[in-house]
């Protein structure tokens, strides 16, 4: 069995991230495709009318893409304030019992797999260059100067769900009426194909199986609410 090496993990936590911001982004835009084709391909059962299109399609993307900047913004910050707070408890216990806490990160390090003498050592040098960063990474698993802004949060989510919910809105009103439902059908369907694709590679997960239930995802999205619009189309509401 290989153990990880430090520099392994070192590089694997920062291309973590990295990847999970990607994949994040990759959803986004799933979720601003699908959404977006469920709407204006369900208008397009109800009515030819382009600007009837346009205009359900367009508050569509504004209130995904608010909605998920929106959550997103609660949810980082929720995660930054309880870092913060776990932040401040272990400087507080830092300056309350230095004894101790050199003590807890001797055995944290001992832990990780080293002697005890050379553990000790180590956690004497880290206390003297920075006490609270060598105990915010090695005990609580994050990096003081490295903490999620809210608000970048917020802007990826909302350029992630834009850019997915401009291809169904855009196939859906440039094309001339005829073409509309058959090029957003299969546009939406092929980008599915890619960010299922993509998604599952970044989760270095199997493609076939997450490409699948992402088209089938959509395509049934797009068949209820066609289904949907045309019934009422049909009775005229
Ligand atoms: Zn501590």
Redo the contacts with the bound molecule.
């Keep these: 069995m290989t153990e990880p090496t430090h520099d392994d993990e070192a590089h694997g936590g920062a291309l973590g991230s990295r990847l999970n911001w990607l994949r994040a982004a990759v959803l986004g835009a799933n979720d601003g495709i699908v959404s977006t084709a469920g709407i204006v391909v369900g208008v397009a059962g109800a009515t030819a009318d382009r600007n009837a299109l346009l205009t359900a399609g367009l508050a569509g993307l504004l209130a995904g893409s608010m909605s998920m900047a929106a959550g997103e913004y609660v949810s980082v910050s929720t995660q930054r304030d309880s870092e913060l707070a776990a932040l401040a408890q ?1 400087k507080r ?2 300056k309350e019992q230095p004894e101790a ?1 050199l003590e ?2 001797t055995e944290l390090l001992e832990r990780r797999g080293l002697s005890r003498d050379v553990a000790r050592e180590a956690a004497v040098q880290l206390t003297e260059r920075d006490a609270l960063k060598a ?1 915010a990474r090695v ?1 609580l698993g994050i990096d003081p100067d490295e903490l999620t802004n809210p608000w970048h949060a917020a802007l990826a989510s909302f350029l992630a769900f834009t850019v997915g919910a401009l291809l169904p809105l855009l196939a859906m009103v440039l094309p001339p009426s005829g073409w509309r439902l058959p090029v957003t059908v299969g546009s939406v369907l092929a980008a599915l194909v890619l960010t299922g694709w993509a998604s599952a590679r970044l989760g270095a997960a199997a493609a076939g199986p997450a490409v699948l239930r992402n088209v089938l995802g959509g395509a049934l999205a797009m068949g209820v609410t066609y289904a949907a619009g045309t019934l009422l189309g049909a009775a005229g509401v």
Aim: charged share 60%.
């Design positions: 272990e216990e830092l806490e807890e990160l105990h005990e």
